[in-house]
């Protein structure tokens, strides 16, 4: 509204946004203040209780999937995995990065991009297929890079581990490789169903994100164990 110079309707927005703001800080002061309170207190009577965490299906299912590599290396994946999955932080920041380009791939056709000529359709899939590497090399940087130094004062435990210290590297390569697989490809393919792009199209960049995903994977795990903090 403002970049169309409507003050009167900018300030209703403003307003209006700010009116639901207060309304939903205040029904959440009015839930602490009935709830909190008798939590926190029954949290402190409970005591310290070790937590168990066990393998789920789905870490059954993965191990599985990866019976080519070997066993070390399978069990590797699988507690990065694990980290990954209890650790709030870092798959919110993901589901943003990879979640924001969904929403857009998903409208392509409501801008009408799958009504260009083939040349237009084939610049905007190329486009989209820079949008998506560039948000997979933050993703690397941002995830992969800091793995083994995530490990911190644990890392010892690592080492005593009858293992060698490449088979770790060759886990966290997996784990990433694997992980920017599925969320790129799964993109790509999106966008060029969406644009209606031939097969040939969808095969060549299939083949490019492979080759992204492997090279910005083991560059961001190889200097992660070069330069460790």
Known sequence: ALSRS????????FQLVLSHAMLLAGLGYWAAGRIYLRGFQRCQSMGRRTRRFGDTAFDRLLERALFAAP????????????????????WSQVSIFFGLLAVYLLNVRR???DQMAESWRNMVSFLNLAATTL???TFTTRFIFPLLSLEGRNFWVLALLPIERRRIL????????????????????LSDLMLRMPWRMVVLHAYIVLVVCAGLSGLS???GALYPD
């Open 6 to 13: 409507e003050i009167g309707n900018a300030w209703y927005y």
């Open 221 to 223: 795990v190889g200097l």
């Open 170 to 189: 060759h886990g966290k390569f997996l784990f990433a490789l694997g992980g920017s697989l599925l969320l790129s490809e799964s993109l790509i393919l």
């Open 111 to 113: 801008f009408r991009y």
């Open 71 to 90: 066993r070390p290396v399978r069990l590797m994946v699988v507690k990065d995995v694990k980290n990954f999955r209890r650790d709030a932080v870092q």
């Open 135 to 137: 948000t997979l090399s």
